[in-house]
């Protein structure tokens, strides 16, 4: 009786390390599945399913909160930092396969995406006219960060050496004509929302380098293209506060 009763326990004790065993295994399956999944997506798509797993885990309401339901419905999340440094990484892949990587520097900070372009690659001196090479790496970028719902901030910058012509009285309005007139290729040529972009000029005040050399003065002379954070996007005014809806 003995002998039979210690074979039985034998075999329920096998049965049960083998259902762990096979729960363990089916476990990992679903997990290689899912990372196989991630490891194929874009940036856009990403960010998508980062904002709908954030609202869930937190019920919901942070996204009801922030851009309402019908964004949710439609899957609109707005960037985090993580996802711009995937745009960072194709905008690089894209002007090194055009062979235009030294006419522009990306870096992410607490802004968001920033995109320096020299002042070579889009005008000459002392013009706010954009060259016809300037089309090509504006295309470029636009490419890579059209399907971003994050606002874009294009800012102009100067060197230190004053203007004043007739119609650039100080680098000021010769920043914000820059500034202005990639904002208005986006949106003449691409058909970008006006509500999404906005331009500043800041002349020579934030210089990248110090105005103290041809090559520093050079570098300072440029537009930056800014994917603003998720955080700073929330904060940009809509234009339905305004009254008007994107073209």
């Keep these: 009786m003995r002998r039979l009763r210690r074979k039985k326990d034998d075999q329920e004790d096998f049965g049960r390390w083998l259902?762990?065993?096979?729960?363990?295994?089916?476990?990992?399956?679903?997990l290689f599945i899912v990372m196989y999944s991630m490891s194929r997506v874009d940036a856009k798509r990403f960010g998508k399913m980062a904002e709908a797993l954030n609202g869930i885990l937190k019920g919901g309401h942070s996204i009801l909160k922030n851009h309402g339901e019908e964004q949710l419905k439609t899957g609109h999340g707005v960037l985090k930092l993580g996802d711009l440094r995937m745009i960072q990484r194709?905008?690089?892949?894209?002007?090194?396969?055009?062979?235009?990587?030294?006419?522009?520097?990306?870096?992410?900070?607490?802004?968001?995406?920033?995109?320096?372009?020299?002042?070579?690659?889009?005008?000459?001196?002392?013009?706010?006219?954009?060259?016809?090479?300037?089309?090509?790496?504006?295309?470029?970028?636009?490419?890579?960060?059209?399907?971003?719902?994050?606002?874009?901030r294009v800012e102009?910058?100067?060197d230190?050496?004053?203007i004043k012509t007739a119609r650039f009285?100080?680098?000021?309005?010769?920043?914000?004509?820059?500034?202005t007139e990639v904002v208005r290729y986006f949106i003449d040529e691409h058909n970008m929302p006006p509500g999404r972009i906005s331009a500043l000029g800041y002349g020579e005040y934030r210089p990248i380098r110090p105005n103290n050399s041809i090559e520093n003065r050079a570098t300072n002379r440029r537009?930056?293209?800014?994917?603003?954070?998720?955080?700073l996007s929330l904060t940009e005014p809509s234009a339905q506060l305004y009254g008007q809806t994107d073209q």
């Design 19 to 30: 259902l762990t065993y096979a729960d363990m295994i089916t476990l990992l399956l679903a």
């Design 90 to 152: 194709q905008v690089e892949e894209q002007f090194k396969t055009k062979e235009r990587g030294e006419e522009v520097l990306t870096e992410v900070t607490e802004r968001g995406l920033v995109v320096h372009i020299v002042e070579s690659a889009l005008f000459d001196i002392a013009s706010a006219d954009l060259q016809p090479r300037a089309q090509e790496l504006l295309d470029l970028i636009y490419e890579e960060i059209k399907d971003t719902p994050n606002h874009v």
């Design 156 to 158: 102009g910058h100067t």
């Design 160 to 162: 230190d050496l004053q």
């Design 169 to 179: 009285p100080s680098n000021w309005e010769l920043s914000g004509a820059r500034a």
């Design 223 to 231: 537009v930056d293209i800014v994917i603003l954070t998720r955080e």
